[in-house]
């Protein structure tokens, strides 16, 4: 029977050799009549186009006449993407709503191109699945808690930055971690994802099938990020490995869920595995983040606090203010990051 | 090595075995000063309890002094849950927070309770994780897209109502979907969720092993939404499997993400076998869903309205008045049910 001989895979086949690596440079297609016509600075931006695009792998998306990118409530069809997003170098994103609004009032006043009167609208207001903020070259956009949510996200996120004709993108996951034998407050730059088994990789089904892909990250941004903590010198960045499972509870061997069929040493002695492999914390989103942003050629990094050592304990007990401070380092070190490229970028023109 | 050793499972221990099938029927931690004295006639309501408890499957919580409802941004030691929900008898989840606010307000006009000058206010306000409004015994919850994100709801939502000390509490998700050979906006209430492969299974991973759960539903709640939509005669309702995915693109076979490594035909293959083995309709949610309110004790059902059918396409293009027709068909079907239940139940008391 099909459906039982596909249940015996995992199928270990390289996904980044399955798809086929051809990266369509064609033009959005801006073809509806609503459009207003494309900014015409966009043509001598294209011009001097000759770095990094956002690649998709989709030989299909050539056969739509306009591409709808529900989740956003944007689309080809009723939205100039390339005016709209041309000018975007940098992509925060991060599951909470609020958080990602807060960054861009953060990241807009570290530019220097906030406006006290002005109120940052959400791009994505026709939907409350996702909110989208935009200030001058910098994006930030929610994308929800887990695997799944984050998915959904990039795939339209990747479109809209492809169909917007974007160059050099540099795209930093910016979010909240259980540690493992970490100080609380510590932020991890992820060298690398790994999985419930400590294993570097995620595995996507498709089409009942399961193919494996790869969760590097950029290592050169990781450094570079540490770098920009050291200079910094607010509070302790480390590089190390990030675990990312599909479930908060049972799923980081927490003993405070609704179920927990374990006993605390079962618990102690996973994480210490855990430890001992390298794995510096916890979260939900950067397997398929990983692998989403190198397939789609995206510097990526992702960049968590921790909020607890988990080898110390399971439920966040800590006041709202020593939360709300841990919660504003990852942003804290990405915007004087993203500060830094700004002005270096300036200086080179 | 042990991660190597792990990996190799999935371990067919079916969980329902392994735990500790004790229900704590404990009364709930309301110790904190900071709470008002529980309400008088929570004595003659736990006097009357003889039926179905909300049961948590987890000896380690009796050790916790507060339990700290993180994403709900809620708790034992800080608010009296007894007294805010010891009432529920219904409890409805959606993906989105604007339909669940929604929902409540359809609710509280149809059990004729509404205030026209009040406003529902967001119980879980601390957080933007989650939104939760609640009239009378009816409780609405949204649970974002995908199975971490309801499983972090559920396992928060079952450990409120028990703490609450709710009783014959039944659950509703109530979703959109992408049907299988059906006309778009045909409501299905799921029989079965099955896994990509069509197998009735949920792979939870413990400690790095995977276990495997029962995706089961109340067959007799089923076939009473289905006659309730019958005596209605408003739109189709089917009873039939529902497929879960980790993924809403390649994890659904749709041709419109990113990547896309399959031709149509693959596509087409894929589909007509979901069809063949009786899938009626596809979302993210369903198969944690069950497995959990099963090992709590919930009374489940789900609920998804489709909105296109996936033999026919990909892209959500359907009006946005056509689609917001649609979307409130689960909700009147749900609306009517828990109408019913509570006339039935004041004609008999």
Redesign the interface.
Known sequence: M???R??TLPVSTS?VQ???LICHKRRSRQSNSNISKMDPKDDKRNASRCSSPVC??????DA?K???L?HFSLGTGTHNLSAMFGDVKFVCVG????RMKSFIEYIAAELSMEDPKADYPNICAGT??YAMYKIGPVLSVSH??????I??M???L??LL?HAQCTDVTIIRIGTSGGIGLEPGTVVVTKQSVD????PKFE?????KTVVRSTDLDQSLAEELLQCSKELNQFETVIGKTMC???????Q?R????????S?Q??RD?LN?AYE?GVCNIE?ESSVFAA?CK??GLRAAVVCVTLLDRLKGD???SSHEVLRDYQQRPQILVGTYIKKQLKAKAARS
């Open positions: 099909w459906a039982g596909s249940f996904d399955r798809v086929k998709v792998h989709n030989p299909h998306l739509l306009d591409d709808i529900y599951g909470s709503p609020w409350d699945r929800g808690m887990g695997i799944p949510s998915a959904i990039l795939h339209e990747i479109k492809h419930p088994t400590f294993l996507q089904v498709i089409l009942g499972t599909l479930d908060f509870y049972e799923g061997a003993l405070d869920g609704a179920f927990c069929s374990y605390e079962d618990k996973y595995k492999a939900m989403m397939l789609s439920q966040l007990n």
